[in-house]
């Protein structure tokens, strides 16, 4: 028992080091060794928890999925508190992961972009991912304006990614405050031409 519970911290600590550094860095520019050294740990451990680092990058995605999804619905509770709407919490949440000072843009983009294979099990993941990211904003802008205007969820939803693109290029959370007007005034069209 003993023996899994150190093989499991050290799994956690490999995957929570890799997180931060292809976070920063990229998954391509960062190297088995570098991890290892600052993970604090045998090369052998690592091994002995992922056959390559093609399967770490799908550990550190799943990891991210989690841990990020946790930390934005905090930053979203935060400012429901305060009285918005879920849909403009989550647009205020939006701009306060922008003006993080790690921000970097989309973990899971960015892994697609450098990994170049639509068929490697990371790019999978995060095209999957995605999917759920459409569902909860359709989720939120249903609880927060109605049936009738989920059916402008998938354009909020491509709205949020041109955002987080846009943030990164232009080193500016203004990205998050267009997108939500654009939003919140396409929610309004929707639910006044339906209604």
């Not at 007007?181 to 929707?190: D, F, H, I």
């Amino acid at each position: 028992m003993n023996n899994a519970i150190t093989k499991s911290k050290a799994r956690q600590r490999i995957v929570e080091t890799a997180e931060r550094l292809f976070y920063a860095e990229g998954v391509r520019s960062v190297g088995i060794d570098r991890i290892i050294a600052e993970a604090e740990v045998a090369k052998m451990t690592l091994y002995n928890h992922f056959s390559s680092k093609d399967d770490l990058i799908l550990a550190v995605l799943q990891y991210r999925e989690e841990k990020f999804g946790g930390m934005f619905e905090k930053w979203m509770e935060r400012h429901v508190k305060k009285g918005m709407d879920r849909l403009e919490a989550f647009f205020a949440a939006l701009k306060d992961w922008f003006n993080s000072p790690d921000f970097r843009g989309c973990a899971f983009i960015n892994a697609v972009v450098e990994l170049a294979d639509s068929q490697h099990a990371a790019s999978q993941f995060s095209a999957e991912h995605k999917v759920r990211f459409r569902e909860m904003i359709r989720e939120i802008v249903t609880e927060a304006k109605g049936t009738k205007a989920a059916s402008a969820a998938p354009a909020i939803a491509l709205m949020v990614e041109g955002a987080i693109v846009t943030a990164v290029m232009e080193q500016t959370s203004d990205p998050a405050v267009v997108a939500k007007e654009a939003a919140l005034a396409l929610v309004s069209k929707t639910s006044r031409r339906r209604t």
